[in-house]
């Protein structure tokens, strides 16, 4: 039994949901990038030279940080989403970091990826592998 919507008889939950997604990854990716271009003169500038190892740390941090912090980031935020547990509950800090490290794995290797969005767009509650694995499920905020 979950606490979760059911999408058969509350679908306005889910409906959607996909595009919102992907509309936050969007908006994450350009504050990520904002972040980490701010970071670079404090690393020396050393940090232009690592930019992928900087981005991707960078990245990471803000993900936990903001999904810890209201269970969305903050482009799932302007979108309207957030992530919530198996039995409803809001992301912990135990859970953003968790679902980062499988946000990432999966971004660093495509075919993990793409599994990620298919699933995202053929199951019934718009659930990623990282979604599966560890019972989250991204939800409308406001439904």
């Excluded at 740390?57 to 903001?66: H, S």
């Excluded at 992301?91 to 971004?107: E, I, R």
Aim: overall charge neutral; some cysteine.
């Amino acid at each position: 039994m979950t606490a979760l919507p059911d999408p058969d008889v509350q679908a306005e939950f889910y409906e959607g949901v996909a595009l919102k997604r992907l509309i936050a990854f969007l908006i994450d990716g350009v504050l990520i990038f904002a972040l980490a271009a701010l970071a670079v003169p404090f690393t020396a500038f050393l940090g232009l030279f690592m930019w992928p190892a900087l981005y991707l740390m960078v990245g990471f941090v803000y993900r936990v940080a903001t999904l810890s912090n209201g269970s969305a980031t903050l482009g799932m935020r302007f979108c309207g989403i957030e992530l919530r547990e198996y039995d409803g509950a809001r992301l912990d800090g135990g859970s953003a970091l968790l679902h980062t490290v499988g946000f990432t794995v999966s971004m660093a290797v495509p075919v993990l990826q793409v599994i990620s969005i298919l699933l995202m767009l053929t199951t019934a509650r718009g659930q990623g592998l990282t979604d599966h694995m560890l019972g989250t499920v991204m939800l409308k905020r406001r439904a």
